[in-house]
């Protein structure tokens, strides 16, 4: 179910990147998109802390009764807000230094750059509700919502470019409620498979969590950084629509990691529940 789904979503992006993005947006926008997109894909592992990584590898240590489960996953919901509070608070306060840097080459990326952190909060804790997902064994829902429902989106929006009915900014910032409501679907739904109990009390293990999400923080940074680093450095040194032609070409090759993407999903919680 998983291989299906990613095959029908990477179907629908192929749609979207190969023939939708460039002719209804234009190199120009298209190259933004993918600089918006890239950008919050370096972040987002940064600003949720790991923590997708860290819940399902101690998710079955943790949840011998209903208590230890709330304990468990209150904390990997509030553990990131450590990273995400003083990140909007130094946003916020040097925003203008910020966006003057990265509109250096491309003054285009000025008015967008608020939206790169936004977007990585919404991904960042999209796959945290995914993780709780993948660790009771369903991962179905989520696939579909990452590979196919957020296309599905994007696709809407552009025909609404295509007619007329937004302006190419108006898509951009369209890009923020469209992850937006992917993160709302996600916890609607990880909520009506096992309801969401938020507890005080810290769970078991709370130092060995902390430590091993230190430490996963940087290989998920560095997983995250080698796929979207190099569309992301396009816009420090070219002109932004370089970026347009080079995430076709990316996207061509990625195809490859279709299987992987979809076997990943659910070898990952089995895997984490065998060693535990």
């Known amino acids: 179910k998983n291989t299906i789904i990613t095959f029908v979503g990477f179907g629908i992006g192929a749609i979207n990147v190969m023939y939708m993005y460039p002719v209804f947006l234009g190199k ?4 933004l998109t993918n600089y918006i997109l890239s950008a919050a894909n370096i972040l987002y ?10 819940l399902i590898k101690f998710f079955n240590e943790n949840n011998k009764t209903e208590e230890d489960l709330s304990r468990y996953f209150t904390y990997m919901l509030l553990l990131p ?17 910020i966006a003057l840097y990265e509109s250096s080459k491309n003054t285009i990326v000025y008015d967008y750059v608020w939206e790169i952190p936004l977007i990585a909060l919404f991904i960042g804790y999209f796959e945290i509700f995914y993780a709780w997902l993948r660790a009771h064994m369903k991962s179905v829902f989520g696939s579909f919502v990452k590979e196919v429902f957020v296309r599905v989106l994007v696709a809407i929006s552009l025909f609404a470019v295509y007619f007329k009915w937004i302006s190419l900014p108006e ?33 078991k293990q709370t130092k060995q969590i902390f430590v091993f999400t230190i430490f996963i923080i940087l290989s998920a940074s560095v997983a995250n950084m080698l796929l979207d680093i190099d569309k992301y450095m396009i816009n420090q040194f070219l002109k932004i629509e370089n970026i347009a032609f080079y995430s076709l070409a990316v996207y061509l090759a990625m195809v490859i990691s279709v299987l992987q993407r979809a076997m990943h999903q659910i070898t990952y919680p089995i895997t984490a529940k065998l060693m535990s």
């Open 171 to 203: 898509f951009i910032h369209s890009l923020v409620i469209i992850y937006g409501i992917s993160l709302l679907v996600i916890i609607y739904y990880a909520n009506k498979i096992k309801r969401i109990q938020l507890n005080k009390k810290l769970p």
């Open 28 to 31: 120009e926008y298209l190259g």
């Open 81 to 97: 807000l450590f990273v995400i509070i003083p990140f909007f608070c130094l946003f916020y306060y040097f925003y203008d230094n």
């Open 45 to 54: 592992p940064i600003l949720s802390f790991g923590i997708q990584n860290t």
